[in-house]
Structure formats: C-alpha cells, structure tokens
C-alpha cells in the first residue's frame, strides 16, 4: 500500500496497490521533490476513465516500472473530478503545448510545480507513433539530469505564457438580439441535419446548447431552434449511446450516427440531459422527451444514489466479461444468439429487428449496443415491454460496472434541479423527495458554518478540498428549483449563502469577471478561469444563471448586477464559438426576458379543493416556458418567498401574480390565463 491508501477518492483508492510511491496532491510532495532534487510527474485521471486504466494496467502496475519511477520522480496522483482546478491549470499547458489534451493526463513537473514536458496516455512499447512511457521516463530524466537550464528556461515560458491567458474581461454588456443571431446561424452552420448534434465524431451530448435552443425558441418562436433540439434529443434517444433498457446516457458517441457509446455513464450527464428531456416535453409534448426525462431520473436513483442520500459520480465503462477480463461495454453489448438463448427464438429474432441487433455487430466482435432504428414494422406494446423487462432482469446478474461512489457537490446541484423539475412536472413526488434528499446531504455533510461549500464527500465523510466557482453555482441552482417546486423558502436562503459567496470570493470587484477558485484557495502556477462549457456549464455562466434567478426571487440589484456584468463575456463569445458557451446564452435568454417573475398565493396544504386550485395554478407556472422564470408558491401574506409579499387572493381564490421588468399583469385565478402569460412571446 501507498500514501494513498487514506484517500477518499475511489480513483486514488485504485491506485492505493500500485508499487508506485504515490503522493497525492500535496504541500508536502513537492517539498520531498525540492529535498531529493527530483522532478515531479503529475498523473491526473478519474475512476471510470478507460484508458486510465489500461496505462495504470500497463505501466503503473508494472514493477520494473514503478522502480524506475521511484528512483527518479516523485509520483503524485489526482483525481481530476476532485481537483478540478489542478486539472484545469495543467491542461491548459497541455493543449497549449501539443493542441490536444485527455485523460489520462501526464505532466512532468519540477518541484515549483511547473509544468515542462506535456502528454496523455503513453503506450508500454512504441506504438503508432507514440514512444513508450520508458522512453519518456527516460528521456525526462536525462533532460533533468544534464538539461536543468534548459528545463527551467522552458518551464518558466510556459507559466508566463499561461499568466498572460486571463481573459480580458471589462465587464461589457449582455448579448442582444444581435448576437443571439449570429449564435444561432453558427449553430445552423455546425448542424448535422441527417443525424442531430452538431459536428462529426466523436459526438458529444450538447445539453446546453440543447437549453439555449428552447429558450431561443419560447422567447422568440423560431421553429429552426426547436427543430434542431427536437431532433437531436431524438436521434441521441433512438441511438446505442442511451441506454434502451435501462435508461440514462453514456458519456458520447465515438461516432457521428449515435450508435456506439463511451461507455461510461456520467452523473453530470444524465443530471443535464434529464432536465432537457423535461424541458423539451413542457415545450412539444412529446412522448419520448416524456419516457426519456423519467427513464433518465429513474437510472438516476435507482444506479446512482447513495446510502447517505447523495448521488454518486459515475458508472465504469468497463466491466467482467464473464471469463474475469475487464472489457469496454460488456455488461451492455448483446448478439443474436445471447438474445436468442434468453427470449426464446422469436422473441430473439424480434428483440434484434426491435434493437438493431446484427450478425455483423455494431461494436466490436459481433456484438451489437441496443438502439431503437427507424422502422417501418409496427411492434406490438405488450411484447415489447416483455422484452425489455427479461433483458433486463438477465443483464442485471451480469457483472456490473464499477460505481464511483463519491459525491461532487456541483453535480448534485444539478441532479437536484433536475429531479425536482421532472417531479413536478409528472406528479412524480418521489422524484422530488429524492432531490431534497440530496440537498439534505450537502448541507449536512458539505456546507460548513460559514456556508463553505467542501467539493466531495464519500459514505458521508467530507472530502479534504474547498469547493471551486461551478459548485457554489450548481448547488444554488439546485436549491434554486427545489425552492420553486417545494414552496419551501429555505432553500432560496441556502442559494443566497452560497451565491454571497460568489460575490465575495470569487468575483473580479473591477470588472466582474468570475474566477473557478476563491480568492482564499490554495495558489496554483495560475488562478483557473475558463467561461466556456465543458461537459457542464462553466462555473462562471452557472453563477450568473444562479445570480439572476436569485436576484428575480429577491429583488437584489447586486446580484442582478453581477450577473449581467458576468454575461459580457456571453456578448463576445456566443457569435464567435456558441457551441462552447450554451449555458450562458441560455442565460442571457431569461435575462432578455426579464426574467419572469411568478408568485402563486393561495391556503397551504390539507385546505380542501382551495389546495387543489393552489395546486393547479402551481404546475401551471412551473410549466410555463418563459426562459428562467422563477417561482414562489405559498399562503398569502407569507415571508417564506419575498415575491408573496403583498399579495393578496382574489375574491378569496387562490391567485396568481407575474411580473416582468417592474410590470405586473392583472392577477388571476384562471390556470389558463396564467399559461397563457407565461407562455406569450
């Protein structure tokens, strides 16, 4: 056992064996580096990454190896999921220096943490090109051993050059009309319109550009947003990357028709596209957006959630074979003659013309991922539905894949939200409750008594690193939604703590531009700061999302504030690469529409049919399509929401109130009238 032994990461944990003397990320690691006068190599991945694996197969738990490495560096491991702003400053250096970058991630250090010479995955032999990880250990040493000016000179240049990457961010004004032009011609330009998404492969979930489409479309009626989200929310659905019998989506395509996935499935991922698939089916009606949503939040908490409450990471892409070889996508993939062997004959000549199922195969092999291809033959229901609960009961004693088990408080953010709004809107209560129960969890577990927000724990037991911007952001946008489904106002007061925090801590006081580390947090060869999208929106549009639906709910003009000083970067980015940036034009949707305000006042619970009618008018608002409208739901007169402040019922009914822009419409009590004021362009 290594120094790693100790972590709560389960990404560390599997390196805890390896006969590499593992540091993790510490003061104390380069100091050992300064004292043996080594340099450092900076391995960086995450638990469901393949080809993390295959190199820590390979290389890692390779003893000769390992002696080399113990000789010559000092070895530190980390988690990129729980260093997010030690991954973000290295990659950076990394695609920089070689215009590509992935995990794993390698990075050769000297003991002043900077960064010299840069790679990802590093064969055991030279192959395609590449040399082998003995070969870059070799020549690393050799350079450090005879070359040290030389390592120091280069070393040096690339922190200058990454210093002078801060973004020049003057706090400019929120996109227009203008802009969301070019935004949505750019997209039109990178549309695939045979197969849905945008660009070749490998083809990437695009959930935030998916939101910015349907606001766009709410707010302004353009068909074209709609039909490019309609139809690719479609094609990923019908495709091998989501998961046709057990819900939820793999991490993308490898290529550009949907059919073969990455396996792995992201708790991120499905937060997001869950919450689409909602969003999508309050805006067409859809029966698949509808089955997708709620297959999607069922996978959620049924293979993601966690004993203390909380939602875990992510699932493995690789799993046992049966023969104890651990092998990309074989707890999913499925041949004519396996469905056979478990349907019967017909039935397994019916699942493979249902599935796609070949021959041939669509993975590798001859094993085919299940997808749902245009088909003309009408399936009967019943069948079908047979089908798929006995492939799922014999997959089920398959070897399942491994499940990182540790909570990343921004992507229970986004769960929260998530869960919440498809509760809701399919009068789906235990959705919602699972949702507050992971919000319970990160303020017991990871919100200190100063509101710091910790960004991991694991089996309840809060991790040792600070929250960066995107969990502070994602958390208030969950407490966001839950305190618009639940009418429970503590949960805006939760938002506000956190969102005091943004301003305080991780807010540019000149210019408004938004850094992912706090003021206070441990300083790094550079302070992170990326506005664009990844996979989930970037801390900095998450915040400006979170800050001005906080400052709708509560009439804060600093928090207003902060947030269309954030989206200046939205007004230079959006026409330029809007596919990087969907978030923060999704909104500078709401912001362009006021946002809406909605407050909802009526007899609280157990009151009879006037609960009901309070009920009605509830849903009504929260499926109302005006991008970003917050709503406060609750007895009149009540201080749980400042938005019910001063709002009486009408004729002793339960009412309705919208605001937009210091303007309010004539109160109703009509649930049609309500749709219809939230859902006017």
């Known amino acids: 056992m290594n120094r790693l032994a100790h972590e709560t990461s389960p990404y560390l944990l599997q390196h805890a064996d390896n006969p590499v003397d593992w540091w993790p990320w510490s003061a104390e690691a380069f100091d050992e580096a300064r004292n043996a006068n080594k340099p450092v190599l900076l391995s960086v991945g995450y638990s469901s990454c393949h080809w993390c694996h295959v190199m820590a197969h390979e290389s890692f738990e390779d003893q000769a190896t390992a002696d080399y490495l113990n000789e010559h560096f ?23 220096a070689t215009g590509q970058g992935g995990w794993p991630m390698t990075v050769f250090l000297t003991p002043d943490a900077e960064p010299f010479y840069f790679g990802t995955y590093f064969p055991p032999a030279p192959r395609h090109g590449m040399p082998s990880f003995r070969q870059v250990l070799e020549g690393v040493q050799q350079a450090w051993s005879s070359r040290r000016d030389e390592v120091a000179e280069v070393a040096g240049k690339i922190v200058r050059d990454l210093a002078q990457r801060e973004i020049g961010h003057q706090g400019g004004q929120p996109p227009g009309e203008q802009e969301f032009a ?5 997209l039109t330009r990178e549309y695939d319109p045979q197969r849905g998404g945008f660009g070749g492969a490998p083809k990437f979930p695009p959930s935030m550009v998916l939101e910015f489409l349907l606001r766009h479309h709410a707010r302004t009626g353009a068909e074209g947003a709609l039909q490019m989200a309609h139809d690719t929310c479609e094609r990923m659905a019908r495709g091998g990357m989501y998961d046709q ?145 006995r492939l799922l009961a014999e997959r089920a004693g398959r070897p399942a894949p491994g499940r990182d088990d ?47 927000l910790a960004r991991t724990s694991k089996d309840g037991r809060v991790g040792p690193n600070a929250g960066v911007l995107e969990d502070y952001a994602d958390v208030a946008e969950g407490f966001l939604a839950l305190a618009s489904v639940t009418g429970e106002g503590v949960w805006l007061d939760f938002a506000g703590l956190l969102l005091d925090h943004v301003l305080a801590r991780f807010t540019d006081p000149g210019t408004g531009a938004l850094y992912d580390t706090a003021a206070d947090a441990e300083r790094l060869i550079r302070r992170p700061q990326d506005p664009t999208d990844n996979a989930t929106p970037s801390g900095w549009t998450a915040a400006a999302g979170a800050l001005l639906s906080y400052a709708a709910h509560t009439g804060s003009e600093p928090h207003r504030s902060a947030a269309e000083r954030a989206l200046g970067v939205v007004k230079a980015l959006g026409p330029r690469v809007p596919r990087f940036i969907g978030w923060g034009l999704a909104v500078a949707e709401a912001l ?90």
Request: hydrophobic letters at 40%; glycine letters at 10%; a negative charge.
């Open 182 to 186: 070019q935004a949505l011609l750019g």
């Open 74 to 96: 000092v070895t530190i491991k980390v988690d990129r999921e729980e260093r997010p702003d030690v991954d973000a400053v290295y990659m950076e250096a990394v695609q920089a």
């Open 406 to 452: 540790k909570v990343v408080a921004a992507w229970n953010g986004l769960a929260i939200a998530a869960l919440a709004e498809t509760g809701a809107y399919f009068e789906r209560p235990d959705l919602v409750e699972a949702a507050l129960g992971a919000a319970d969890l990160l303020v017991r577990v990871h919100l200190d008594e100063h509101a710091r």
């Open 245 to 389: 019998l057990g819900g939820g989506f793999a991490r993308y395509s490898v290529d550009r028709d949907w059919v073969v996935p990455h396996f792995e499935k992201m708790l991120y991922d499905n937060a997001l596209l869950c919450r689409v698939y909602a969003h999508l089916w309050r805006a067409t009606g859809s029966d698949l957006a509808r089955r997708v949503a709620l297959e999607t939040a069922d996978f959620l908490v049924r293979e993601l959630g966690t004993d203390e409450g909380g939602f875990a990471s992510a699932l493995d892409a690789d799993s046992d074979d049966g023969t104890g070889r651990h092998v990309e996508g074989a707890y999913y993939v499925w041949t004519p003659e396996r469905l056979r062997a478990v349907l019967g004959d017909a039935d397994g000549d019916l699942a493979a013309q249902y599935f796609g199922v070949t021959d041939e195969g669509t993975f590798e092999h001859g094993q085919s991922v299940l997808q749902l291809p245009q088909n003309s033959t009408v399936f009967d229901a019943g069948k079908i539905a047979s089908i798929r609960d």
């Open 592 to 681: 362009l529409d006021g946002p809406k305000e909605v407050a909802v006042v009526g007899p609280g619970p157990g009151s009879g049919l006037a609960d009901e009618k309070t009920a009605v008018l509830h849903r009504t608002a929260l499926l109302g399509t005006a991008p970003g409208a917050v709503v406060a739901v609750g007895a009149a007169e009540s201080d749980e929401f400042p938005l019910l402040a001063g709002r009486p019922l009408q004729q002793g009914e339960p009412t309705a109130y919208v605001c937009r822009n210091f303007t309010c419409d004539a109160p109703t009590t009509d649930p049609e009238r309500l749709r219809a004021s939230l859902n006017r362009r």
